[in-house]
């Protein structure tokens, strides 16, 4: 499987922007897709996930209320909507997937095999 997250760019904080990621070769519909991101000197961090094709999703406590984790089946893209951007969100985005993850790594970077290429979200203050 093949993704390509894209959507990033500059935001002034308080701003929105909406990150995609579109899979090939294989449907999201019932995958789970999770974001996550990478700030330079930092361990990659969970973002955002939606287990299994939109049964539930999950957020990392920084994005709870801000952003918001959606799946759009027929085009087989995940979207990140991002509200209320900060500085702190400062950072390069990416997605993954992986159709063996159980639910208790849906938080673990180390848990996707598959990942797109990264994203950049930069956000003035």
């Known amino acids: 499987v093949q993704l390509q997250a894209c959507g990033g760019g500059l935001a002034q904080a308080g701003g929105s922007l909406r990150l995609s990621c579109a899979a090939s070769?294989?449907?999201?519909?019932?995958?789970?897709v999770a974001w996550f991101r990478q700030a330079p000197g930092k361990e990659r961090e969970f973002v955002a996930a939606?287990?299994?094709?939109?049964?539930?999703?999950y957020y990392a406590d920084g994005a709870k209320g801000r952003f918001t984790i959606s799946g759009d089946k027929a085009k087989n893209t995940v979207y990140l909507q991002m509200n209320s951007l900060r500085p702190e969100d400062t950072a390069n985005y990416y997605c993954?997937?992986?159709?063996?993850?159980?639910?208790?790594?849906?938080?673990?970077?180390?848990?996707?095999?598959?990942w797109g290429q990264g994203t950049q979200i930069t956000v003035s203050s």
């Open positions: 939606i287990w299994r094709g939109g049964t539930n999703t």
């Open positions: 993954a997937t992986d159709p063996s993850i159980i639910l208790s790594s849906v938080r673990e970077a180390r848990s996707y095999a598959y």
């Open positions: 070769g294989r449907t999201f519909s019932r995958q789970t």
